[in-house]
């Protein structure tokens, strides 16, 4: 069974709209090694998972069930990147921020069409899709779940270090303060990933300790990443179980990278952050309840209280 509770696991930090901010955190959230492929991947090893050796199905679903937050996370970051987008873009003349003389703007989404991903606009209205930064759609190719222990936490290993590297690279493209709000966050959170699947490499003999972490960084560069790392974010595992987790008996002691950190296993973040609510969009007929359609509802809704005071009652 799961269960939901309607918080974000990192806020979400309030910028101006940028398409192309966006646009790259695409890869991010539906490439090859983005954040769906992470929750599936781990996803189905769990389920998959055969023999007794529960400590490590349980690392493997705990950071599953992180990455569905993940996947949430990015998924409305995009989406705040993207929303509102045809509006400023009028109001400044141009989707580039430039006056032009030919009527940029004059439709209402005129400026989309100029953008890398007008898929955005015309499949979206101003929200993240379920593909990677060329516009390609999520696969599950991408998925392995090879059934045999060392080969799926070596493989979930690379997974971690490859995404973590390219969110470094999204963080370079951009000084948007959505995005990299978010990307910091995810970094640091696949360096605690990197070492959990390590540890767990670590304790059936295999050494993956000299190479990690990958990318090669100094998080001082990163000033986001910094903070998140003085935090401890990086070093800690979470089980979102509401029942017993064996997690802790794979992911605890010195953490694999070798700095004189230790790991800490816990049953959820300390923080909780609102799931901020996005405005209708009326440029692209998605304008949510209007007032006939929210009479209707209400009428509804005042027909099926009737209707269940009447079976209860007999009136």
């Known amino acids: 069974m799961y269960y939901y509770s309607e918080n974000l696991i990192n806020p979400i930090v309030n910028d101006e709209p940028d398409p192309s901010a966006a646009n790259v ?24 998972f055969r023999g007794n050796a529960i400590a490590y199905r349980d690392l493997i679903h705990a950071v599953a069930v992180e990455e569905i937050s993940h996947v949430e996370l990015i998924t409305r970051t995009i989406s705040k990147l993207l929303d509102g987008s ?12 430039k006056r032009r003389s030919n009527g940029a703007g004059s439709t209402a989404l005129n400026m989309a069409k100029e953008q890398m991903n007008p898929h955005h606009y015309i499949v979206g209205a101003q929200a993240a899709l379920p593909v990677d ?3 390609n759609p999520w696969s599950g190719s991408y998925v392995h779940a090879h059934g045999n222990l060392v080969l799926d936490l070596l493989d979930n290993l690379v997974l971690e270090s490859t995404g973590r590297l390219q969110k470094c690279r999204i963080y370079q493209m951009s000084s948007n303060k959505t995005l990299r709000a978010t990307v910091s966050f995810l970094i640091a959170r696949d360096e605690a990933h ?5 540890k767990a490499l670590e304790s059936l003999g295999v050494n993956w300790g000299s190479i990690l972490p990958i990318p090669k960084f100094d998080p001082a560069e990163f000033p986001e ?3 998140l790392v003085d935090a401890g974010i990086n070093r800690q595992q979470y089980h979102f179980r509401l029942d017993d987790s064996q997690l802790a008996k794979i992911f605890n002691g010195a953490a694999p990278a070798n700095d ?3 790991l800490v296993p816990m049953k959820e973040p300390d923080e909780a952050f609102d799931v901020p609510s996005s405005p209708e969009r009326i440029e692209e007929f998605a304008p949510g309840l209007d007032a006939e359609m929210q009479e209707m509802v209400d009428a509804l809704t005042d027909y099926k209280e009737k209707t269940l005071r009447k079976r209860k009652t007999g009136k």
């Open 25 to 48: 955190l695409q890869e991010g959230l539906g490439g090859q090694f983005g954040e769906m492929r992470t929750m599936m991947q781990y996803f189905f090893q769990s389920c998959n």
């Open 260 to 262: 004189g950190t230790e």
């Open 225 to 227: 990443v910094q903070k």
């Open 194 to 198: 990197e070492m959990a699947f390590a």
């Open 86 to 97: 045809a509006v400023a873009a009028s109001e400044n003349g141009s989707s580039h921020g």
């Open 133 to 135: 930064a060329a516009g």
